[in-house]
């Protein structure tokens, strides 16, 4: 399977760039609506609308926002005698990406939610000149 970064600036899964085995890819979570749209205002992406295929790098999940769970599923591997152990990390149902590296600083900052007015203030002791349109 093919994983892309959706995040801004991220590589990723991309051609050309060194393929780290450590990297995981998370899918948008597209049925809790709540938490998508959540994920959506996280990524700095204009006018980003995910689909089912869209994905965000764990590079951009903080360490807290992981469950390492310890069990091995395989057989096999648990038979070895190994000190190593078989660390799978999963995210947290709740977790928000939250490390985006490679954003300009304009694309982090979040503008008001509110319009600018359209009315026009005249400073104290001017007048507005309204042409006369009656010739």
Same mark, same amino acid.
Do not use: M, W
């Given at each position: 399977m093919v994983n892309k970064c959706s995040a801004y600036g991220c590589r990723s899964g991309y051609k050309g760039t060194a393929i780290d085995k450590s990297v995981q890819f998370h899918c948008?979570?597209?049925?809790?609506?709540q938490l998508c749209d959540k994920w959506i205002a996280a990524n700095p992406r204009k006018d980003f609308t995910p689909?089912?295929?869209?994905?965000?790098?764990?590079?951009?999940?903080?360490?807290?926002?992981? +469950?390492?769970?310890?069990e091995d599923t395989n057989a096999t591997r648990r038979k070895r005698s190994s000190s190593v152990t078989f660390v799978r990390r999963?995210?947290?149902?709740?977790?928000?990406p939250s490390v985006f590296t490679d954003v300009p600083s304009?694309?982090?900052?979040?503008?008001?939610?509110?319009?600018?007015?359209?009315?026009?203030? +005249?400073?104290?002791?001017?007048? +507005?000149?309204?042409?006369?349109?009656?010739?």
């Open positions: 948008f979570p597209l049925r809790n609506k689909s089912q295929h869209s994905t965000i790098c764990s590079l951009h999940f903080k360490p807290s926002d992981y +469950v390492a769970d310890h999963r995210l947290k149902p709740d977790a928000v304009a694309y982090l900052l979040k503008t008001s939610e509110t319009p600018r007015s359209t009315e026009t203030t +005249v400073p104290e002791g001017y007048s +507005v000149l309204l042409g006369d349109n009656s010739t």
